[in-house]
Every structure is written in structure tokens, then in C-alpha cells.
């Protein structure tokens, strides 16, 4: 159980594009998600925290208006990078936590974003 | 603000040896504490977690974690390695009240010899 997918696992496009990233929880509900980025031998950093019907809450340093994130089910989150430039290329993660009490966070396989 | 730290960026072990991966944590009261693995181009996969309860805890894949309150560490263990072990080990913590975010270590390097 508590299977999370991602779509898609890898996305080349060109300087200007933008781009949307799926994370779908498949066997739970999920009220809340959240989305990491992972640079090449690092550790995660959230980037956002993401509840469903509601807008997302922002980590100090990421643009909002640069990572636009929807919840709009308990099922589905999307991750859209908007204007891709060379230095949003990285490995973009998203988690999905089920509600109640002292439930982990369940990882999909990531994106591999390169932005040409 | 908690951190982590995994005093380890790389081990080596042997197939068949032991292991444990170190895990030290900084917040006042105890924390949720979980331990991730990652595969190359891969997600996170959990292998255990501990809120409260027996301070050993079992995972998957034969790993286990002791919960020490006096050294704010939770180390991860495994008696035999396998050759498919090989990954970047991650531990992560999260506070009550605290969003259910996540913190997570630098993480470390498990390589196996065969």
C-alpha cells in the first residue's frame, strides 16, 4: 500500500518552457503533499507544502509565482514550472502524507527536469 | 529549528558485514524519526519510523533503528549486508505542530564490496 506516482520521470525542454509534474497518490487519500528539490549528491529541500483546497504554503526562497502548485483533489498535485530557465534543472520530488495521527510521507520516483 | 546530521557522507562495507549508519538529531523534545533509502533516480522508500513506543524499531529489508533518548540519536542497523543495499541512506525528522514537514540529514553513502 501507500503507493505515490509521479508523471513524468524525465522532461527535456527548451529555456522559456513551461512545465507541469504529476503526483498522484494511488491507494490513499492524501490532504496534504509536498514537494522537494534535490540537486545533484544533496539532501531534499521542501520547497512547498501542499493541502488540498487550499493554497499552498511556501518555503522562505521559493518563488511562488515561479512553482505554481495545485491540490485540487485528495489524489492529484501538480508541480508547474513556469518560464523554465537552465537553473530550475534539477530532480523534483514529491511526497503525500494520509491524514491521521503519525503517518509518514510516501515518495514518488521524482522528475528528472533538464531545461536546454 | 531541529536539524539532523549524518556524521557519514560514505561508508563501505563488505557483503555479509555488518552495518550502521549514524543519525544525530537537535530539537528539544523527542521528535518523529524515520530512515529513507534512495536508489539513483529514484524517490524515497521508507524503511522504518519511530514515535513512541519500544525504542527498537524493525523495518523492511531486514533493517532496524535504535531510538536513543540520552544520545538524541537514531542509528540505523543491519546484521548482513547485500550487495543491493547500495544506495544514499537518509534520516529525517519531524516535530509536533510542525506541519508534518520533513528535515532531513545530508545523507550517507552506502557502498557494498562484493
Known amino acids: 500500500g501507500a503507493v505515490v506516482s509521479q508523471h513524468p520521470s524525465w522532461v527535456i525542454c527548451k529555456s522559456g518552457t513551461s512545465v507541469k509534474i504529476e503526483c498522484r497518490s494511488l491507494?490513499?487519500?492524501?490532504?496534504?503533499m509536498f514537494w522537494y528539490r534535490q540537486f545533484p549528491k544533496q539532501s531534499l529541500m521542501l520547497m512547498a507544502t501542499s493541502n488540498e483546497g487550499s493554497k499552498a504554503t511556501y518555503e522562505q526562497g521559493v518563488e511562488k509565482d515561479k512553482f505554481l502548485i495545485n491540490h485540487a483533489s485528495l489524489t492529484l498535485s501538480t508541480l508547474t514550472v513556469t518560464s523554465a530557465h537552465p537553473e530550475d534543472s534539477s530532480f523534483y520530488i514529491c511526497?503525500?502524507?494520509?491524514?491521521?495521527?503519525?503517518?509518514?510521507?510516501?515518495f514518488g520516483d521524482g522528475t528528472r527536469l533538464s531545461i536546454l | 529549528a531541529q536539524s539532523v546530521t549524518q556524521p557519514d557522507i560514505h561508508i563501505t562495507v563488505s557483503e555479509g558485514a555488518s552495518l550502521e549508519l549514524r543519525c544525530n538529531y537537535s530539537?528539544?523534545?523527542?521528535?518523529?524519526l524515520f530512515w529513507y533509502v534512495q536508489s539513483p533516480g529514484q524517490g524515497l522508500q521508507l524503511l522504518l519510523k519511530y514515535f513512541s513506543g519500544d525504542t527498537l524499531v524493525q523495518g523492511i529489508k531486514g533493517f532496524e533503528a535504535e531510538f536513543k533518548r540520552s544520545q538524541s540519536s537514531f542509528n540505523l542497523r543491519k546484521p548482513s549486508v547485500h550487495w543491493s543495499d547500495a544506495a544514499e541512506y537518509f534520516c529525517?525528522?519531524?516535530?509536533?505542530?510542525?506541519?508534518?514537514?520533513?528535515?532531513f540529514g545530508t545523507g550517507t553513502q552506502l557502498k557494498v564490496e562484493l
Open positions: 491507494d490513499f487519500q492524501a490532504t496534504t
Open positions: 530539537y528539544g523534545a523527542t521528535p518523529y
Open positions: 529525517a525528522v519531524s516535530i509536533t505542530g510542525g506541519g508534518n514537514k520533513l528535515t
Open positions: 511526497s503525500a502524507r494520509d491524514s491521521g495521527r503519525n503517518q509518514p510521507q510516501h
